[in-house]
């Protein structure tokens, strides 16, 4: 029960991605079977890709006054320390900053 309400919390209100809720629950001593669990619960409602939508938006304030390519590059960096899927941050990228090729600096 703990794990699956931390992982809940931490997913939705922090925007933390299941790569990263996985290791820090594993940090905590928690057993796989209910990391699995917990992060089958905290990903029901809402999917990563949601999740990963919202830390991307709370990000990018922060990054309005940069270069595009700089802007990408740490976009890109905050959502992989976060524990979103490649996929999800490449996807991402693509949305945010259309013409300016590829972000996978990590």
Same mark, same amino acid.
């Given at each position: 029960?703990?794990?699956?309400?931390? #992982? /809940?919390? /931490? #997913?939705? /209100?922090?925007s933390v991605g299941p790569a990263r809720l996985a290791r820090e629950l594993r940090a905590k001593g928690i057993a796989?079977?209910?990391?699995? +669990?917990? =992060?089958?619960?905290?990903?029901?409602?809402? &999917?990563?890709?949601?999740?990963? *939508?919202?830390?991307? =938006?709370?990000? !990018?304030?922060?990054?309005? &006054?940069?270069?595009?390519?700089?802007? /990408?590059?740490? !976009?890109?960096?905050?959502?992989?320390?976060? +524990?979103?899927?490649?996929?999800?941050? !490449?996807?991402?990228?693509?949305?945010?900053?259309?013409? +300016? +090729? *590829?972000?996978? &600096?990590?």
């Open positions: 029960e703990y794990a699956r309400s931390w #992982a /809940r919390s /931490r #997913a939705h /209100r922090r796989e079977e209910h990391i699995a +669990g917990a =992060l089958a619960e905290a990903f029901g409602e809402r &999917d990563a890709r949601e999740v990963a *939508e919202a830390a991307a =938006l709370r990000k !990018l304030r922060t990054l309005r &006054d940069l270069e595009p390519e700089v802007a /990408r590059r740490r !976009l890109a960096a905050h959502l992989t320390r976060q +524990g979103f899927a490649v996929e999800i941050v !490449l996807a991402l990228c693509g949305k945010y900053f259309p013409h +300016g +090729g *590829e972000c996978n &600096d990590q």
